[in-house]
């Protein structure tokens, strides 16, 4: 029964985008894995290349703290922030009244609860703070794809094979599970693919964050 409670989540783009297949590329994700949510997807504004660093986090945050505030307006029962920088996220949880989940912070604690060795998949090379903060230890390596720089790079089809050495990397680290540290991995559907090619479980970040956003708009849980 409690796949038949249809619940609305409100996910907030932090890259903007004109194509409507791509600003519920997300969402569609969430909706095929958790036919219990709907999904209204928005962007941020005069964010052509999303957030790839401190100053275009910066200035991502009062916009995803507005376009949550739409989106609260919409009456969604939880809020997604699909970025693994988690961006606004704590900014919001200070003002709404319905759960905001991010997808590193989702992503990083749903790796914890499958191993303790873990390998982080990122743009930069440098893991978002706040999935670093909860792997701690656990965090035994990290890979980023050569030449890719923000999430637009990643859906170039001659990047997939920087990203699949970069995977191997992380295996040959002695990593047991892959966290990809970009909702861009979600958009182009690359974990089936890192999983076949390594053998080890993949946790996407979109995936995840819709698992706690199933999760917390059920009554009273489990």
């Known amino acids: 029964m409690v796949w038949l409670m249809v619940k609305t ?6 890259i903007t985008l004109k194509n409507r297949d ?8 969430i909706e095929k894995h958790f ?30 703290i507005e376009v949550g505030k739409e989106l609260i307006r919409m009456n969604v029962d939880a809020l997604i922030v699909s970025c693994a920088a988690d961006p606004g996220v704590r900014e919001l949880r200070e003002i709404v009244h319905v759960p905001v989940i991010g997808a590193g912070s989702a992503s990083a604690c749903l790796a914890l609860g499958i191993s303790n060795r873990i390998g982080v998949l990122t743009l930069t090379g440098e893991t978002p703070r706040v999935i670093r903060e909860i792997l701690g230890n656990n ?21 997939e094979k920087y990203i699949f050495e970069a995977a191997i990397q992380l295996k040959r680290e ?3 599970i892959v966290l990809l540290a970009c909702t861009g991995f979600s958009t182009i559907g690359i974990s089936s693919k890192i999983h076949k090619l390594t053998g080890i479980p993949v946790v996407d970040p979109v995936t995840a ?5 199933w999760y917390s708009t059920l009554k009273g849980g489990f």
């Open 139 to 159: 965090l035994v390596a990290e890979a980023s794809p050569q030449g890719v720089k923000t999430t637009l790079d990643l859906m170039r089809k001659e990047n």
């Open 35 to 64: 036919p219990g949510l709907r999904v209204i997807s928005k962007c941020i504004d005069d964010q052509p290349y999303g957030i790839y660093d401190d100053e275009s986090e910066r200035k991502a945050i009062p916009k995803i």
């Open 209 to 213: 964050a819709g698992l706690f956003a």
């Open 174 to 176: 002695k990593c047991n």
């Open 22 to 29: 791509l600003i519920e590329a997300h969402g569609k994700i």
């Open 9 to 14: 989540i409100g996910l907030i783009r932090v």
